[in-house]
C-alpha cells in the first residue's frame, strides 16, 4: 500500500508530448527560468559495453560527433520544440544543469569533459573542462563526468566525478579549480564522504546544501558545498542497490529516482518524492504508459510538475498533480 502522508499523489500527464521527439538516450533533463524543458540526448549514438576499453578510452571516435541537436528546448504547454542546438560537438552526452544566467552545463563521458554553452545556441563552448578524450583524476582531467551544479549565490561550480573516479570537484565562478571531496567506497561498510558512481547532483537552495546520488551506494549524501562537509545521507529500502538521479524542487521536496531491479531483486524501478528535512518519502510514482527501465534523469518545478527521462527506453514522461490538472481542466 502506498505512503500516502502527503495529497501530492503524482501521475503521468498521458497526452504530453504529443508529438514524436525522436529521441536517442536520454541522458540528461533540466528546466530553464521560462520552465522549458530542456533535453540532453544522444541522438544515433548509444553507449552500450562496446564504447569504452579497460582504461576508459571512449572506443568510438571513428563515428565522430552526434550530428543532430542532442539539446532539445521544449514549451511546457504547447510541446512545441522552441530551440534545438548542441549539434557535432559531442560524443556521448551526460549530465545537463542549467545557470542562474541560463547557461547550458554539460558533461560528454566520452570526451571526459564538461561545457559551458550559451543557451542562444553558439556553438562553441564558452567554459570548457578537461582533456578531450583523455581519462584521468586531476585538476584538468575527470573520468566519465556526470553532472555539474552551479551555485546561484556564489557561482561555484561543482561536477560529480564520475563513473571512473569517486569525488566532486569544485571550480570557482571563473573556471579555476578550488578544491575536491570524496574518496571510493571502501568493502563492506560504506562511510560517508565515500562514492560509488557519483551520479546527479542537486543543489538544495533551502538548505544550502548540495546533494549527490551516490548511484551504486543505493543512497543520496548532502553536504557543505563550500567545505564538502558531510551533511546527511538518505536512504531507503524502497530505493533498492541504486539511486540514479536527484532533483530538488523550492519549497521543500526532494524527487529521485532508483535502478532497474536486479534479477532475483523485488524493489521496483520508481520515482520518489521526499520531504527533504525529514527524507522521508511522501510519494512514488511510475508512467502509466509504458515502463521505466533506465530512468536517467529526473527535474522538478515548484509547481510539482516533475520530468523523468530514460536511457534505454529513449523516453521523457511528464507527471503533475492531479489537483493542479483538475484546475487546469476548470
Ligand atoms: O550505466 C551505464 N550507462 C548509463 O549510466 C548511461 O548513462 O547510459 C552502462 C553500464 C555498462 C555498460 C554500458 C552502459
Redesign the pocket.
Known amino acids: 500500500e502506498k505512503e500516502r502522508t502527503g495529497d501530492l499523489n503524482i501521475e503521468e500527464v498521458v497526452d504530453w508530448p504529443g508529438i514524436n521527439l525522436k529521441l536517442g538516450?536520454v541522458?540528461g533533463l533540466a528546466l530553464d527560468s521560462n520552465s522549458n524543458l530542456v533535453i540532453f540526448h544522444r541522438g544515433d549514438h548509444v553507449?552500450?559495453?562496446n564504447?569504452f576499453d579497460s582504461g576508459y578510452i571512449y572506443q568510438q571516435k571513428g563515428l565522430g560527433p552526434i550530428k543532430e541537436s542532442t539539446i532539445l528546448v521544449l514549451d511546457p504547454n504547447s510541446s512545441a520544440v522552441l530551440h534545438s542546438t548542441g549539434r557535432n560537438l559531442f560524443y556521448l552526452p551526460?549530465g545537463l544543469s542549467i545557470d542562474h544566467n541560463g547557461n547550458y552545463w554539460v558533461t560528454d563521458?566520452a570526451l571526459h569533459q564538461v561545457f559551458k554553452l550559451a543557451s542562444n545556441g553558439a556553438e562553441s563552448p564558452l567554459l570548457s573542462f578537461g582533456r578531450a578524450l583523455q581519462p584521468g583524476s586531476d585538476k584538468n582531467h575527470f573520468c566519465q563526468p556526470t553532472d555539474v551544479a552551479v551555485d546561484p549565490v556564489t557561482g561555484n561550480i561543482y561536477v560529480s566525478d564520475g563513473y571512473c573516479n569517486s569525488r566532486i570537484v569544485q571550480f570557482s565562478p571563473d573556471g579555476m579549480f578550488v578544491m575536491q571531496w570524496g574518496e571510493e567506497s571502501s568493502v563492506g561498510q560504506t562511510k560517508p564522504g565515500q562514492f560509488s558512481i557519483p551520479h546527479s547532483l542537486t543543489l538544495v537552495s533551502d538548505f544550502g546544501q548540495l546533494c549527490v546520488a551516490d548511484r551504486e551506494n543505493g543512497r543520496i549524501q548532502c553536504f557543505k558545498p563550500e567545505t564538502g562537509e558531510f551533511i546527511k545521507e538518505i536512504r531507503h529500502p524502497l530505493f533498492g542497490r541504486e539511486v540514479f538521479a536527484v532533483s530538488y524542487a523550492p519549497g521543500g521536496l526532494l524527487f529521485a529516482v532508483n535502478g532497474k531491479p536486479y534479477p532475483g531483486d523485488t524493489v521496483p524501478v520508481q520515482a520518489f518524492v521526499m520531504n527533504f528535512s525529514t527524507g522521508e518519502i511522501i510519494d512514488t510514482f511510475i508512467p502509466l504508459r509504458k515502463n521505466f527501465e533506465?530512468p536517467?534523469d529526473i527535474v522538478a518545478s515548484d509547481d510539482r510538475t516533475v520530468y523523468v527521462g530514460d536511457?534505454h527506453t529513449n523516453t521523457v514522461w511528464k507527471f503533475a498533480s492531479p489537483e493542479k490538472m483538475e484546475h487546469r481542466s476548470v
Open positions: 538516450q541522458s553507449w552500450d559495453a564504447s551526460h563521458v533506465m536517467h536511457a
